[in-house]
Each structure stands twice: as structure tokens, then as C-alpha cells.
């Protein structure tokens, strides 16, 4: 039995209704454009399905249970709307504010945020150096009472619809390539801008994008954490990071086994039903076995976090085996599907395409967890 309150499982069955009638039934349409609508963000924030943990007085719940964004992910993956990455904004940046803003940031950024009329991106690959934070080229200039920023940033989640960017920057000047400084960037400031909206080759309804800045003012009133320790600031929250990726996984396996489950159930082969076949059968039932012992780990991962206890060598490991998982779903899944998978009608198409580089970004970070420990 999964340990889940009351008002957690009354929470579930309003966002499940939530993504029924609002979210999924124009997720086509969102693939179609290369983005979600705007307009989804705010309907979820004015149900209160944005940013569970900030405090009443930012229009939050106060409630910082991690369950709730467990939630979150496993009815959104569940109702075929993951590509709407709406954990990005509410549990990946939105704690930058909590965790390390000043109180007037909070006050300035977060109602917004929660009702989703602010939608937020975090901003660190780079063209040249990828997900290399060392290599890092973008700089950020002191000039007294502003930063001047100069760079670009690229493969950004929510890259588009972001209305407010946390960008890490290295501190111009300084012989130190983990001397960094987190600094918010708003729309419409002058010198940002965006570049066209990536094509890829899954996630079509996430935008991505490359993003520019050409001597952007920024205020200090936007100088995010203390100047020099960004890229320990970007660390601290890496625990809860691979914690949602954890989640996500296993909630993408689950879905690809439901969804296999259900075809080769329905599917004619050789007179009779796939599901009737012995190899079916028995590789359906190991895939069952390990994602609901990956859901067990996940679980207690959660549990372990809600307690303050996770750290970044352990959910590294559970976010590697999940993304294997998922990966070892998702292909099996394909093959049973036989040429339908192959057809973009049939969703187990999408959660293939989807979870393609997964399990090799999450090996590396195995080997980071495992070999290089911080």
C-alpha cells in the first residue's frame, strides 16, 4: 500500500479530472505548435495545481510534501501530458526563490509563479560546453550597482513561454571556473533575446530553445544567492533534481506497460490473442516485477527526502535505474506493438521517442554519483 494522506489522494483525483478536461485533450494540438498554451499554466494555477509549497501569503498551499509533486508527475505522465514539463517551472526553479532569494524576490516573483501568469526556465547548458558548468562561457560583468550579462544558453526547457530566466553566469574577472553567479533575467530586458524554437526528435510539445544575451543590464535587486557561490547554489538542489527525474521514469514506465498491456490484449496473431502467447506473457509479467520494485525504491526515496535525508549520490543511482527501466518498457513495448509502434497514433511510439537519450545521460551521472563523489 503507497503512503499517500487523505487530502493527497482527494488532491489526485482533482488534478486527474484537471488534465481530463483541460490539459490532454489538446495535447495534439501542443505537439502540432511545438509548444503547450500559455493559457494551461494559468487554468492550473488558479486551481491551485502550481507550486504546492509556497506560503499562503504567495498564494501557495505551505505545504512542502514532496508528494504532492509525485503526484503531479505520475497523473500527468499517466493522463499522456508529460511533455508539459509543468515541474520545471513549479519544483525545479520556483525553490531557487525559497532556498536562496531574499525576501523581496519572493514577494516580487513567486505570487505570479503560483497563479501562472509567470512561467519560469532555469538557464546552464551551453552550446560549447554542454551540461559542463566548468566550461562555461557566458560572463557576467560587476558594474557597481548592476551585472552586465553576455553569452548564450541552449536546449532550454520552457525556452519560449518563459517569462522569467535564471541564468548562471562565471563572474568576469576571476581565475576560478566554478565562480558563478545566478542572476534573474526577465522578458523583455533589453539585449535578451531567443532563438527559434528546437526541433526534436521527442518531446514535441515542450519548447526548447537557445537563448542570447548581448550586454543585459541586470539590477542587483536580481542577483540571485551570493555572488561567487552559484554553482554550489546550483548543486544544493541536486538531490531533489534527480528525485523528480526518478519519479518521472517510473511513472513513464508504468504508463508504457499499461498502454502494451492493453494491446496486446486486443491484437490477433497466428489466431489468437498476443496476450495468450507464453513469451508475452512472461516478459510482461519481469517488466511488471520491476517496476513496481522501482516504484517501491521511489517511494522511499520520497520518504527519505520528505525527511531531509537524500542526497545526490543516492537519487543519482535511482534516477539511473529508472531511466534503464523505462528505457527496457518502452522497447519492449515497441516490439509488441510490432509496425504500430512504429505509427505516431499509437502513444507507446511517443514514450520511445521520448525516453531515447535517458539511460546514457543518467549513466553519467552514475558515474558521477558513484565514482566522483562530492
Request: hydrophobic letters at 40%; one cysteine or more.
Amino acid at each position: 500500500m503507497r503512503k499517500f494522506t487523505e487530502e493527497q489522494h482527494m488532491f489526485r483525483d482533482a488534478y486527474r479530472r484537471f488534465l481530463a478536461d483541460e490539459v490532454a485533450p489538446r495535447m495534439d494540438e501542443f505537439r502540432e505548435a511545438g509548444i503547450v498554451d500559455r493559457e494551461i499554466f494559468k487554468k492550473a494555477g488558479d486551481q491551485g495545481f502550481l507550486m504546492i509549497w509556497p506560503d499562503e501569503k504567495y498564494g501557495g498551499m505551505g505545504d512542502d510534501d514532496f508528494r504532492y509533486e509525485q503526484i503531479i508527475i505520475e497523473e500527468t505522465t499517466r493522463a499522456g501530458c508529460a511533455e508539459w514539463y509543468n515541474t520545471l517551472h513549479s519544483r525545479l526553479v520556483g525553490p531557487y526563490f525559497k532556498n536562496i532569494g531574499n525576501e523581496e524576490q519572493r514577494e516580487r516573483f513567486l505570487p505570479k509563479c503560483v497563479s501562472g501568469e509567470t512561467i519560469l526556465a532555469v538557464a546552464m547548458t551551453e552550446p560549447g560546453a554542454g551540461s559542463d558548468l566548468s566550461g562555461m562561457k557566458t560572463t557576467a560583468t560587476d558594474n557597481g550597482d548592476h551585472w552586465v550579462l553576455n553569452g548564450s544558453k541552449t536546449y532550454i526547457s520552457n525556452g519560449i513561454n518563459a517569462d522569467v530566466v535564471i541564468v548562471a553566469a562565471k563572474i568576469a574577472g576571476l581565475d576560478d571556473k566554478h565562480a558563478m553567479v545566478l542572476l534573474i533575467v526577465e522578458r523583455g530586458m533589453e539585449g535578451f533575446e531567443r532563438g527559434q524554437n528546437l526541433e526534436k526528435i521527442g518531446l514535441h510539445a515542450q519548447d526548447t530553445a537557445e537563448l542570447f544575451f548581448n550586454n543585459v543590464k541586470i539590477p542587483k535587486e536580481n542577483q540571485l544567492g551570493t555572488p561567487g557561490k552559484g554553482f554550489i547554489h546550483l548543486m544544493e538542489g541536486l538531490a531533489e533534481e534527480r528525485l523528480i527525474g526518478m519519479v518521472g521514469y517510473g511513472a513513464s514506465a508504468r504508463r508504457a506497460f499499461d498502454v502494451t498491456r492493453e494491446f496486446v490484449m486486443e491484437r490477433d496473431v497466428f489466431g489468437k490473442k498476443l496476450s495468450d502467447m507464453q513469451n508475452t506473457q512472461f516478459k510482461m509479467a519481469e517488466m511488471d516485477a520491476k517496476i513496481d520494485m522501482l516504484q517501491v525504491y521511489i517511494d522511499h526515496c520520497v520518504e527519505v527526502h520528505n525527511q531531509g535525508g537524500l542526497n545526490a549520490n543516492i537519487a543519482a543511482k535511482g534516477k539511473m535505474l529508472g531511466s534503464e527501466i523505462e528505457w527496457e518498457m518502452a522497447d519492449l513495448g515497441l516490439q509488441l506493438h510490432g509496425g504500430a509502434g512504429y505509427m505516431k497514433e499509437y502513444e507507446i511510439s511517443r514514450i520511445f521517442t521520448d525516453g531515447a537519450d535517458e539511460p546514457h545521460l543518467c549513466r553519467q551521472q552514475r558515474d558521477h554519483a558513484l565514482y566522483c563523489r562530492p
